[in-house]
């Protein structure tokens, strides 16, 4: 069983910056993909970004593009989610999804590819 942590959200002016993390208790796994989705009030669970652990590869939801930066420890199995030029749009229960294997990219948007989910973290954007 794989557990993940999610640290890093909180409250942000519109505009402004928040990074999110996510670690997995479980550093076995030779090759993974790890994941952001976001919920907000009234809406559908929506893909934001995604990194394998093999080959550099990361993916971004079309909202969030050139505004949100996914990166990695693989050392770690840690996860980072920079996010610039916040907008009240962002605003979201944010979580962490985690593979232990390394999901091929016309699957990453797809809920039910995932194996582990954290248990949400919230971002706030005030305008």
Do not use: H
């Amino acid at each position: 069983q794989v557990q993940l942590l999610e640290t890093g959200g909180g409250l942000a002016q519109a505009g402004g910056s928040l990074r999110l993390s996510c670690a997995a208790s479980e550093r076995t796994f030779s090759t993974w993909t790890m994941g952001w989705f976001r919920q907000a009030p009234g809406k559908e669970r929506e893909f934001v970004a995604a990194t394998r652990s093999s080959g550099g590869s990361t993916r971004y939801g079309d909202s969030v593009k050139g505004r949100f930066t996914i990166s990695r420890d693989n050392a770690k199995n840690t996860m980072y989610l920079q996010m610039n030029s916040l907008r009240s749009e962002d605003t979201a229960l944010y979580y962490c999804a985690f593979a232990p294997r390394g999901l091929i990219f016309g699957v990453w948007a797809l809920e039910k590819s995932w194996d582990y989910w954290g248990q949400g973290t919230q971002v706030t954007v005030s305008s």
